[in-house]
């Protein structure tokens, strides 16, 4: 099994541009999740989803947006890029709302705003 | 809202048992997770204690006190490739991480 696929590995953004990060899972996980990780941090949820079509906000979801059209892809789409959003993007799928199987993470997308 | 404790650095020697320690804040609760994480790589999942049991990967362990709002994480016969960061996470829903402790191992 592939688990969590995330494209691109690295990018570098120009100030204002903008992008969208790809988030795949083939685990046929209901539950998934965007977060970042800042240097010497922990990771800070963006947003999350129960199941296709349905979203919601996290802690720092200012700055970004996100679908959910498949139960296998949740793309986060960073509008008009910042500086502050510079960090490492992890995305996660789970089997449960409880957190008992754990989370399958991604490999994350290293982005760099300049 | 969330919010975790835990040290930000351990060391210990190669063989020994190491404990790390997670107090946390939470106005829900489902359970207390801990995850590994290389340098540059993805967490990776080692443990969950919670309303849903317990869920243990080899030689990881842990401990949970939901009246003290506290845990650990127990890592024995400590090897020089458990040298990482590793981040508790409380699940009320969705996971809220503490900004990790990076355990180092000494011959």
């Known amino acids: 099994n592939a688990g969590v696929t995330q494209t691109p590995k690295f990018r570098i953004l120009k100030i204002g541009q903008s992008m969208t990060l790809q988030c795949a899972q083939d685990m046929n996980h209901n539950y998934m999740y965007w977060y970042r990780q800042d240097p010497g941090m922990g990771l800070k949820l963006i947003y999350y989803?129960?199941?296709?079509?349905?979203?919601d906000k996290g802690e720092v979801p200012n700055g970004y947006n996100v679908s959910r059209s498949t139960t296998e892809d949740f793309p986060l789409r960073l509008e008009l890029a910042a500086p502050s959003q510079t960090s490492v993007y992890f995305c996660?799928?789970?089997?449960?709302?409880?957190?008992?199987?754990?989370?399958?993470f991604g490999s994350g997308t290293r982005l760099t705003v300049v | 809202g969330q919010s975790l404790e835990q040290p930000s650095e351990v060391t210990a020697v190669e063989g020994a048992i190491v404990q790390i320690n997670c107090t946390y804040q939470?106005?829900?609760?489902?359970?207390l997770s801990w995850y590994q994480q290389h340098d540059g790589g993805a967490p990776t999942f080692l443990s969950y204690n919670g309303l849903d049991g317990l869920e243990e990967t080899g030689r990881f362990s842990s401990f949970l006190s939901r009246s003290d709002s506290y845990g650990y994480l127990l890592l024995q016969e400590l090897q020089m490739k458990d040298s990482a960061s590793y981040f508790c996470?409380?699940?009320?829903?969705?996971?809220?991480f503490g900004d990790g402790t990076t355990l180092t191992v000494k011959p």
């Open positions: 996660a799928s789970s089997s449960s709302k409880q957190g008992a199987a754990g989370y399958t």
């Open positions: 996470a409380v699940n009320a829903g969705k996971s809220t």
């Open positions: 989803s129960v199941g296709a079509g349905i979203t």
């Open positions: 939470t106005s829900g609760f489902y359970g």
